[in-house]
């Protein structure tokens, strides 16, 4: 999403090619620079969400604060309700939540109740 939407994370193409280049990769591979590139917007105050399927969700985060639990708790309600994109059906799936000083899990119905 990062590499064909640049200017929605307030990076040009050209930032992104020349992560790429300074670690000697193929644009778009899973390396050092995707790495670089995803930490240096998580520092910025974006959130990442993925979710493995049958693992659970995975959430890194900069910081906990009220407003990123807040946007986390709004985000685990529209999953278990079901948005155009996803709908979680198992309420019991496991949500990873990582940041600088935390690191935690909980249930993404948990997660929509505000219990974290």
């Known amino acids: 999403m990062v590499i064909k939407n640049p200017k929605r994370f307030a990076l040009t193409r050209e930032d992104i090619i020349a992560a790429y280049e300074r670690y000697q990769e193929k644009l778009g591979i899973e390396g ?30 900069s910081h906990l604060n009220t407003g990123t639990a807040s946007l986390l708790v709004d985000w685990a309600r529209t999953m278990l309700q079901g948005s155009d994109e996803f709908h979680e059906h198992d309420s019991y799936m496991p949500v990873r939540i990582t940041g600088e000083r935390c690191c935690f899990e909980v249930t993404i119905s948990e997660l929509a109740e505000g219990i974290y």
Do not use: F, H, K, T
């Open 32 to 61: 050092q620079a995707r790495r670089e590139i995803l930490s240096g917007l998580i520092v910025r105050g974006w959130i990442r969400i993925r979710r493995y399927p049958d693992i659970g969700w995975s959430v890194n985060i």
